[in-house]
């Protein structure tokens, strides 16, 4: 039986052990081993693994699949940050959580298949995962964090679930390869460079309860093309739409109260009368 809080085990994992009245669980806090194909056990004496603990497995290089424990809730901060030769990981039904940079500069990940019962994503999770060409979110997701999917450049489609309705900072940004993507039909803001330098993304329809566009949201998305915006909008941010240089249409719903400086600038596609309709409304200041 485990007496101690942290032990180096005979399968070369340091753990800890989690003590309640009612439970006893077990956290992966290191890796010190040498295996490329690593099976995380289900129990340590008997004892359940259910969390992977910060750093456990961050920058280990020779690592190129893992599989789980059933009984997972919790991926902690950085578990598995720069495994850059991380291809295959198999995730439970019972993981509810993944922390921040959990995942950040896996670069040879190609697919994932999240589980479920996943409810939340912390900040850069998948961050700088280049070679990510596939992601399904699972419906029960209501929380993804900020750069969740930050220079993700090989992703080419994504559809985020309808709980969402916040979608932070930067969460798509510098995805260059994403040409499709369906927003939540809940969604109600969406933050500062969500989709900045997304240089494939031809069009996007905004969902009819989105009140908000922050800064710099669209800009640089060089393809893009059309933009449709539902009447619930009233603010466009500084910088949102600009320098789409292949912007050739776009209707401002009288919705709209607000527009920030440079929203459309370098706009060059959009027509005379259409640039004209604007500046009457919101200034000179918006180009």
Same mark, same amino acid.
């Given at each position: 039986m485990i007496n101690n809080p942290a032990i180096l085990d005979g399968n070369d994992f340091s753990i800890e052990v989690n003590r309640t009245r009612t439970s006893c669980? %077990? =956290? %992966? @806090?290191?890796?010190? #081993?040498?295996?490329?194909? %690593? =099976? %995380?056990?289900?129990? @340590?004496d008997g004892i359940p693994v259910t969390n992977i603990g910060q750093k456990a497995f961050d920058s280990y290089t020779r690592l190129t699949a893992v599989t789980i424990p059933a009984d997972l809730t919790h991926i902690e901060a950085r578990a598995f940050n720069n495994c850059t030769h991380l291809t295959t990981i198999a995730m439970p039904g019972s993981l509810t959580h993944i922390a921040d940079w959990a995942f950040a500069g896996c670069t040879s990940l190609t697919t994932i298949s999240l589980p479920r019962g996943l409810t939340s994503i912390g900040n850069r999770v998948f961050n700088n995962c280049t070679s990510l060409t596939a992601l399904t979110f699972p419906d029960r997701i209501t929380d993804i964090g900020e750069g969740a999917l930050y220079g993700c450049t090989s992703l080419t489609a994504l559809t985020l679930p309808d709980r969402i309705t916040l979608l932070e900072i #930067? @969460?798509?940004a510098r995805c260059t390869s994403l040409a499709s993507i369906t927003l939540p039909r809940n969604l109600t803001r969406i933050r500062q460079s969500a989709f900045s330098h997304c240089t494939r993304l031809t069009k996007i329809t905004i969902p009819d309860k989105v009140t908000s566009i922050g800064d710099s949201v669209f800009s640089y998305c060089t393809g893009l093309t059309k933009i449709t915006i539902p009447d619930s909008v009233t603010n466009i941010g500084t910088g949102a739409f600009a320098h789409c240089t292949s912007l050739t249409a776009i209707m401002i719903p009288e919705s709209v109260t607000f527009i920030g400086d440079r929203a459309f600038r370098n706009c060059e596609g959009l027509p005379p009368a259409t640039r004209t309709a604007i500046s009457n409304r919101f200034g000179d200041e918006v180009f």
């Open positions: 669980t %077990i =956290t %992966i @806090i290191k890796y010190s #081993g040498n295996e490329a194909k %690593i =099976t %995380i056990p289900e129990t @340590i #930067g @969460i798509c």
